[in-house]
Every structure is written in structure tokens, then in C-alpha cells.
């Protein structure tokens, strides 16, 4: 049976062609002799661009059936992983939120990378880490190992990776140089300077310079790829960093010169239809536009004045969210039940708990849009308005002309509604405007910032609320998290610690799931195991024997194990349920839920 490896000449530098593929593939039993000469005969037809594709990309291309695992097929990352095996290199999955762009790209030049197909993934003292889609090939090695003076590693990557970010990394790497060189021309303003003057509007650098546009189009371009939630800016001393939030993580992106950050956050600024020249003020923008994919894809913007500059989050709000279905969203049929007999009833009120980033607003997003039919009229009142969504009536809290929530419910109950949405309930007076709204016949919703469901009960009556009117209006309440669900395509079976799932369902003690899983890795999930979230929900609907116990001093133990002995599940409980269906792990249960409370 034939290797690769056999291929290699001492002294030779001819790349593997595609007939060194097919011939050892063949060899190894993967493909048949009619696809080996189907795949030549093609490649020599030249058709489109085939002829300019790597080797391994044209049989990637052609879904050519693999014979060594039955019903899958040769694609560019099997390929590439067997080219590694073969040639005795580790292989390397180019992940840009894992590289270090402004380190790598100084170690060569993007010419001498191109011409050698080649691209610099790592660097320390002692070596240089490079990717190759031709490991055979090795006469740039000598020339490399002089110039840097350092030790050369090999690796092998896949090839349509390494064409796509050497072109992306050094466009990006050329940006940020260009726009430094442009900003310290401009700006002689030193980085202590900068401390001091924050604010100062003298020497501004110029954000629609072409290397910023480009800089900040590749900002939003690997958000909307990586799945980013939210994009963090922050200036520091020296530099400035870009973070993404993927699945509830922060990941440091790439580091910015002080300068190129200003010019970025101005840019962003300019985009969001914020004011460039204030600074010492935060302030909201918002903007919309476009992921690879064509779909709309809207931004919240938000700046903060900090030491050493302004830091900018971006929020991305996906529209899909809206589309989605409770199933989609966690819900187990037992949930779905008890939260649709809640937002069924003609008057009162439901409240969603939970910290920021739980998932709150899309829940009630995709209440009002299964409630919002042509018969109803839906109001919301939000601080800021997260999603715009023609089927509801939207309005936005603004504090500098004094319409804050309560002013605003005010004034939407001579709008005629049917259904309100109040963003948050954070003062009395918000909390009384609720209470008005459910007792003259609207249901409304909201949402407020507790631990578990039964503390919501507590805190309505901290905030200065008649238990008496609780008990007229609540109909219920729903505290969630959002947990990280595990890759399906990696994840894999684990026998579950005895003690650890103790852990997760005291006092119930629910017996040892079956089918529990474990994260493993793979290029879907970037290698760490999870890809998306869920949530997981505590439900107390307001019964008759939760009523009886609410009063100026509630018990909230005893509120607890009432609700608990009517079959309130807690939100680790929920866990533990997602844990035995092999949707995620205790240990992201018990990272972001609250410990059970004795029932």
C-alpha cells in the first residue's frame, strides 16, 4: 500500500500533483479506479476554474464517495486531516479568533507567503509556526529559518483556509498600518495625552479613511461568522482590543494601536448616527445591515467614556430569534404549557426574571409574536427598543425629555391596547402603572432582575407593592438561563459522576440519566465542545395555595416549597433534564444556575 511519504524526493520541491493523490488514495482502497480516471480526464478538460484549485480542493469539489467509511464522502477537511497523517505533520484548523494576526503576518511578506503558499499561524521565541497545504514542499524553509532566526515547525492546514486568510489577514494587517501611519500624522497626540485629554476633540483621526472602513468591515464580517452576540472595543494604554462574545465566552480578537481604536470607535460611531465629537458622554446608536448570508442583521451600539478612551459594545440582534419556535428556545411541553396557559388570560400580569444576558427580551419577543395577532393591539415600551418588529407597536423610554416607563405606560393606555410589554419594572411608580394596566382588563408583561421565580413575589413587595394587588394581578412568573448546548457534531457518551448529578437534583434526587454526553471538539464548535445555547426555565404560575402565603412579610422557604409541592421544577432541575437528554453538562448547569433551595 502506498504512502505519501513515499513521494518525497531528497532535494526535490515538486509539489503533489493530483495524480499523487488519486494514485495512494487508490492504493489505500478510499477510491475506485473509474473515479481515479474520471478525475484526471476532468482536471484535464480544465473546466471553469478547476485547473487553478489545489488538488485536494478539485477532489473535495467533485463529491467523490469515500470507500473506507461508507456513505461519507471525501470532503476538503477529511482530505486534509489524511494529507497530514500521511506526511507525518500535525494538522492545523485555522481559527482567526485563536491567531494572533498582529504578531504572525511581520514574519514574511504577504508576496513571499503567496508565492510559497504558505502562512505564518504562531510565533514565540524559540520557533515559528507555519501552514502548508503542500508539506512536501520545503526549499522557503532555509531562507525563513535565516531571516527570523528561529526554528521552522511544520504544519499541515487545509488549503481553501490558507488561500482565504492569508489574503484576510494581511489586508487587515495592511489596514491597521495604514491607518496608524494616517492617525499619527495626524494626531500628534501622545498616548499620555490621550489619557489626559480624553474627550478632546483637536486632533481627530479621520474614521472614514479607507483602512478603517476596511478594518471595520472585517470587525462585523468575523462577528457575524463566529456567531458573536455582542462586540466589545476597549481602549487601553497602549493598545486597544476587540473581544467577541460567542455563546455567552468572551474571545480576544485582535489588538488595535491606541490610535487605530479611536479612528474605529469614530467609525462606528458615524455609522450609528452618534455624535463623533462628544466623548465624555455615553450614548446609543443603532445600525443595520448585512451578514455574508444576506440576511438583515440589526446592531445596538453603545459607547462609555473610560480612561483611556471610549469603549463601544455592539449588540447583534439576530431577526432569525424572532422566527424561532419555544421548542427552539429550550421549552419542554410541560414548560410550553404552563407559560401558554400564563399569557392566555385576557388581563394580568407575567413577569420574566432573570440577570442580564438570560434571554428575557427573546423570550418575550417571541410571546408578542405568537400573541400579535390582527385582532390585538400590542405595546411595548422599551429601554432601548432591542429588536424593531413591524407586528407590535414599539416605543422608547427617553430619559432627557423625562418619558420614562411608567410615563409611557401612561400614555399607551389611552392608546386603546390589548397586550403591553414593559421592558423592566424598576420603581414603584413603573410597578403601579403595571398593576393599573392589569386591573382595568390588559395582560401585560415584563420582566424583572431576581434570582428564582419566587423572588420575584419578595421584590414586588421591597418595591413598595400591596400584597393585596399582587395577588389581583400576577398570574405568574418565569425565571430562565441561558446554558451553552453541546456540539452535535462531536459530542460524545459519558457515565455521570454519581456525586456530581446529586449535586444537580437535590432535594429530588432524579435517578442517573441514560444517554448523558460530554464536549469533545471539533472545527464546527472551534474545538471547544458547544455550539449554541438553550434555556432552562423555572415556572410558578400564581395558585390559590401560593396566594394564601403572600402577605407584607412573606415566607419566601415556604412560598418556595409550595410552589415546589404544586410542581414547580427549579432552574436546575430544568438543567438536569437538558443534562439527561444529552443537551448539555452539569457543570454548565451548575455555572450559571442558583443553588436549589430545599423543598
Same mark, same amino acid.
Given at each position: ?28 482502497g ?76 511581520p ?6 507567503a503567496?508565492?510559497?503558499k ?11 509556526t ?5 508539506? #512536501? ?16 515547525k ?19 494587517a ?47 464580517q ?124 385576557p ?22 409574536k ?18 424593531v ?45 403595571a398593576?393599573?394596566?392589569? #386591573? ?5 408583561l415584563?420582566? #424583572?432582575h ?15 407593592v ?36 446529586s ?16 464536549p ?39 412560598l ?24 448539555t ?14 423543598g
Amino acid at each position: 500500500m502506498k504512502s505519501l511519504a513515499d513521494l518525497a524526493i531528497p532535494g526535490s520541491d515538486r509539489p503533489l500533483d493530483l495524480g499523487d493523490f488519486l494514485n495512494v488514495l487508490l492504493s489505500q482502497g478510499r477510491i475506485a479506479s473509474e473515479t481515479l480516471d474520471h478525475l484526471v480526464t476532468l482536471r484535464r478538460s480544465g473546466v471553469g476554474d478547476t485547473a487553478k484549485l489545489h488538488p485536494l480542493e478539485f477532489i473535495a469539489a467533485q463529491d467523490v464517495e469515500d470507500l473506507a467509511r461508507p456513505g461519507k464522502k471525501l470532503d476538503l477537511d477529511t482530505l486534509s486531516r489524511w494529507l497530514a497523517v500521511e506526511t507525518g505533520q500535525p494538522y492545523f484548523r485555522v481559527d482567526p479568533l485563536k491567531i494572533n494576526v498582529t504578531a504572525v503576518t511581520p514574519l514574511m511578506s504577504f508576496a513571499f507567503a503567496q508565492r510559497h503558499k504558505i502562512l505564518a499561524v504562531d510565533v514565540n521565541e524559540r520557533e515559528a509556526t507555519i501552514a502548508s497545504a503542500q508539506p #512536501l514542499v520545503s526549499g522557503w524553509e532555509d531562507n525563513l529559518r535565516h531571516v527570523l532566526r528561529r526554528d521552522i515547525k511544520r504544519v499541515v492546514t487545509n488549503p481553501a483556509d490558507l488561500q482565504r486568510y492569508t489574503v484576510e489577514f494581511y489586508r487587515l494587517a495592511r489596514s491597521v498600518t495604514g491607518a496608524n501611519a494616517t492617525d499619527q500624522k495626524q494626531s500628534g497626540v501622545g498616548n499620555f495625552e490621550q489619557l489626559l485629554n480624553l474627550g478632546s476633540m483637536s486632533q481627530e483621526p479621520d474614521a472614514n479613511d479607507a483602512h478603517v472602513v476596511n478594518i471595520v468591515d472585517w470587525l462585523f464580517q468575523y462577528a457575524f461568522e463566529q456567531r458573536a452576540s455582542d462586540i466589545h472595543v476597549e481602549p487601553r494604554r497602549e493598545t486597544g482590543s476587540v473581544r467577541l462574545r460567542i455563546d455567552g465566552v468572551l474571545h480576544t480578537v485582535y489588538q488595535f494601536p491606541l490610535q487605530v481604536t479611536v479612528a474605529v470607535v469614530s467609525r462606528l460611531k458615524t455609522l450609528g448616527r452618534m455624535n463623533v465629537a462628544e466623548k465624555r458622554k455615553p450614548q446609543d446608536g443603532r445600525v443595520k445591515t448585512k451578514s455574508p448570508k444576506g440576511n438583515e442583521v440589526e446592531l445596538r451600539l453603545s459607547t462609555l467614556p473610560t480612561a483611556f478612551g471610549e469603549k463601544m459594545v455592539m449588540r447583534i440582534f439576530d431577526p432569525d430569534v424572532l422566527l424561532r419556535s419555544f421548542d427552539q428556545l429550550g421549552f419542554s411541553s410541560e414548560d410550553q404549557r404552563r407559560w401558554q396557559n400564563m399569557v392566555a388570560q385576557p388581563n394580568g400580569i407575567v413577569l420574566v426574571t432573570g440577570p442580564t444576558g438570560s434571554g428575557k427580551t427573546t423570550t418575550l419577543y417571541t410571546t408578542l409574536k405568537q400573541l400579535a395577532t390582527p385582532e390585538v393591539n400590542v405595546c411595548t415600551v422599551e429601554d432601548p427598543i432591542e429588536m424593531v418588529e413591524d407586528s407590535f407597536n414599539q416605543m422608547q423610554v427617553q430619559h432627557n425629555i423625562e418619558l420614562n416607563f411608567a410615563s409611557a405606560v401612561r400614555a399607551l393606555m389611552r392608546q386603546d391596547p390589548d397586550i403591553i410589554m414593559i421592558g423592566e419594572i424598576r420603581d414603584l411608580e413603573t410597578a403601579e402603572m403595571a398593576i393599573q394596566a392589569a #386591573l382595568t382588563g390588559h395582560l401585560v408583561l415584563s420582566t #424583572l432582575h431576581t434570582n428564582d421565580a419566587p423572588s420575584a413575589v419578595s421584590r414586588l413587595i421591597e418595591l413598595g407593592v400591596p400584597a393585596y394587588l399582587i395577588k389581583a394581578t400576577v398570574l405568574g412568573v418565569m425565571a430562565q438561563r441561558l446554558v451553552r448546548t453541546l456540539c452535535p457534531h462531536c459530542k460524545a457518551p459519558v457515565q455521570i459522576d454519581e456525586d456530581g448529578w446529586s449535586d444537580l437534583t437535590r432535594p429530588w434526587n432524579a435517578p442517573l440519566p441514560s444517554k448523558a454526553m460530554q464536549p469533545v471538539g471539533c472545527i464546527e464548535c472551534r474545538e471547544t465542545g458547544y455550539r449554541g445555547r438553550a434555556g432552562v426555565y423555572e415556572l410558578m404560575p400564581l395558585s390559590d395555595g401560593i396566594k394564601s402565603l403572600i402577605h407584607a412579610d412573606t415566607d419566601l422557604d415556604a412560598l418556595r416549597r409550595q410552589a415546589y409541592k404544586e410542581g414547580m421544577h427549579s432552574l436546575r432541575l430544568s438543567g438536569a433534564q437538558k443534562v439527561g437528554s444529552g443537551l448539555t453538562t452539569i457543570e454548565e448547569v451548575l455555572r450559571v444556575t442558583p443553588q436549589s433551595q430545599q423543598g
